[in-house]
């Protein structure tokens, strides 16, 4: 993997017969955007593109996994932990500290297009864009549900969604395409924006390439998953409240009155206190497992005997299609969006209504008495390929870059 300054350095070309694709996100983290933007970026080195990846944030725990033959491109190089961007992070505005930078990459390397990975990402992507002054066409990629995000965060944040609903409109209708992950995604995007759905394509994720191998992983060594111990039940994801993990412990406490189990929670992040405290207001200390994050969630899943999503909103979680490819049975609510798509309406998984511990238990308990037949599981994973997904990028992709379609772009008017 090369790594390089901000702007674009003279020392590295991409192939004379190659076109650059340039992708933007905040930082190759453990979360699932950041997960599917590794596994789109190595397939389109492997399809013979050069490719740039530029964070906001250079220190990312998947940075390792990227191709060798891809180059990272840290926007944070050399600021100063007193630089604004500094404030602005703790602000949670994350990539809007990066549009200047992010202009400057953009003038400067002159990629053949723009992806803009996620749905954080998407505002300043437009912005830096337009400072650049458009050299290329710019695609944006809906990885959550604007309208859970909104709904459920603190009431500041909701003050902002008439703003949000038109200036959301405005910028997304100066992209030259718009990529959602899952149908309901797109369906937000444009009641949101306004925008009409025919501007807006759905692609699921690129997820079934890693999952073949995952599918054969052997269960992590843990004395909880060992023969004879009570079965584990497994969530997975930021602690965060997206995820509503204090749902799936209050319904872990229910299960608890029936029968013996064990619940671990695979993840970090802020709510790790809120959760803890709950642990143990519920008397659940010996029984609840909270390990923080793990690379390959994979190994719990082939041991674990359901897998639970709670979370309040989704794009496509692919931490559900995972768990899939593991054989490992499913429980999940019906949230936005991507659940009931995955599952195909509760065929491959029982589907529950969202901050409903008592429903969640009930299904976690019938799925543990009469789990599903983890080939057919596996077979429904199996449906999100990863090689289907990238061909129908580059579809996107390769008529926005076309002679053609570039002659247009840029006559006059």
């Given at each position: 993997?090369?790594?390089?300054?901000p702007?674009?350095?003279n020392?590295?070309?991409?192939?004379?017969?190659?076109?650059?694709?340039?992708?933007?996100i905040?930082?190759l983290?453990?979360g699932?955007?950041?997960r599917r933007t590794?596994?789109?970026?190595?397939?389109?080195v492997?399809r013979?593109?050069?490719?740039d990846?530029?964070?906001?944030?250079?220190r990312?725990?998947?940075?390792?996994?990227?191709?060798?033959?891809?180059?990272?491109v840290p926007?944070?190089?050399g600021w100063?932990?007193w630089?604004?961007?500094s404030?602005?992070?703790?602000?949670?505005?994350?990539?809007y500290?990066a549009?200047?930078?992010?202009?400057?990459?953009?003038a400067?390397?002159?990629?053949?297009?723009?992806?803009?990975?996620?749905?954080?990402?998407n505002?300043?992507?437009?912005?830096?864009?337009?400072?650049?002054?458009?050299?290329?066409?710019l695609?944006?990629?809906?990885?959550?549900?604007?309208?859970?995000?909104?709904?459920?965060?603190?009431?500041?944040?909701?003050?902002?969604?008439?703003?949000y609903?038109r200036?959301?409109g405005l910028?997304?209708a100066r992209?030259?395409?718009i990529?959602a992950?899952?149908?309901?995604?797109?369906?937000?995007?444009?009641e949101?924006?306004?925008?009409?759905?025919?501007?807006?394509?759905t692609?699921?994720?690129?997820?079934?390439?890693?999952l073949a191998a995952a599918?054969?992983?052997?269960?992590?060594?843990?004395?909880w998953?060992e023969?004879?111990?009570?079965?584990?039940?497994?969530?997975?994801?930021?602690?965060?409240?997206?995820?509503?993990?204090?749902?799936?412990?209050?319904?872990f406490?229910?299960?608890?009155?029936q029968?013996?189990a064990?619940?671990?929670i695979?993840?970090?992040?802020?709510?790790r206190?809120?959760?803890?405290?709950?642990?143990?207001?519920?008397?659940?200390?010996d029984?609840?497992?909270?390990?923080?994050y793990v690379?390959?969630?994979?190994r719990w899943?082939?041991?674990?005997?359901v897998?639970?999503?709670?979370?309040?909103?989704e794009?496509l979680?692919?931490?559900?299609?995972?768990?899939?490819?593991?054989?490992?049975?499913v429980?999940s609510v019906?949230?936005?969006?991507?659940?009931?798509?995955?599952?195909?309406?509760?065929?491959?998984?029982?589907?529950?209504?969202?901050r409903?511990?008592?429903a969640l238990a009930?299904?976690?308990?019938?799925?543990?008495?009469?789990?599903?037949?983890?080939?057919?599981?596996r077979?429904?994973?199996?449906?999100?390929?990863r090689e289907?997904?990238?061909?129908?990028?580059?579809?996107?992709?390769e008529?926005?870059?076309?002679?053609?379609?570039?002659k247009?772009?840029?006559?006059?008017?």
């Open positions: 993997m090369l790594h390089s300054e702007g674009c350095a020392e590295w070309q991409p192939p004379a017969e190659g076109k650059r694709i340039a992708i933007f905040y930082a983290t453990g699932g955007a950041q590794l596994t789109l970026a190595n397939a389109f492997d013979g593109y050069a490719v990846v530029v964070t906001v944030r250079g990312g725990v998947l940075n390792g996994e990227l191709s060798p033959r891809a180059r990272l926007l944070d190089a100063s932990r630089h604004p961007g404030l602005l992070r703790k602000r949670g505005l994350k990539g500290m549009i200047p930078g992010l202009a400057r990459y953009v400067r390397c002159a990629p053949d297009i723009l992806l803009s990975a996620a749905s954080h990402a505002i300043p992507a437009i912005l830096a864009w337009h400072l650049a002054g458009k050299p290329a066409p695609v944006l990629r809906a990885s959550n549900h604007p309208s859970g995000n909104l709904q459920h965060r603190p009431r500041r944040y909701r003050l902002f969604k008439p703003l609903n200036l959301g910028l997304y992209a030259d395409a990529i992950v899952s149908k309901g995604v797109a369906a937000a995007v444009a949101l924006t306004g925008l009409p759905t025919e501007r807006i394509t692609i699921y994720n690129p997820m079934m390439g890693q599918s054969a992983t052997p269960p992590v060594p843990h004395p998953l023969p004879g111990q009570p079965p584990v039940v497994l969530g997975a994801g930021r602690l965060a409240i997206q995820k509503d993990f204090g749902t799936l412990i209050r319904a406490a229910l299960l608890r009155r029968r013996q064990r619940l671990v695979l993840g970090e992040g802020a709510k206190p809120d959760l803890e405290a709950l642990v143990g207001a519920l008397g659940l200390q029984d609840v497992l909270l390990p923080g690379h390959n969630a994979s899943m082939a041991g674990a005997a897998f639970v999503l709670s979370s309040l909103w794009g979680p692919g931490v559900l299609i995972e768990a899939l490819a593991a054989g490992c049975p429980v019906d949230c936005p969006s991507g659940p009931r798509e995955i599952l195909d309406d509760g065929r491959y998984g029982a589907l529950v209504p969202a409903a511990p008592e009930a299904a976690i308990v019938a799925t543990l008495a009469a789990p599903r037949q983890p080939d057919l599981l077979t429904r994973a199996a449906a999100f390929s289907r997904s990238v061909a129908q990028y580059l579809e996107v992709l008529g926005l870059m076309s002679p053609q379609r570039r247009v772009r840029t006559s006059p008017g």
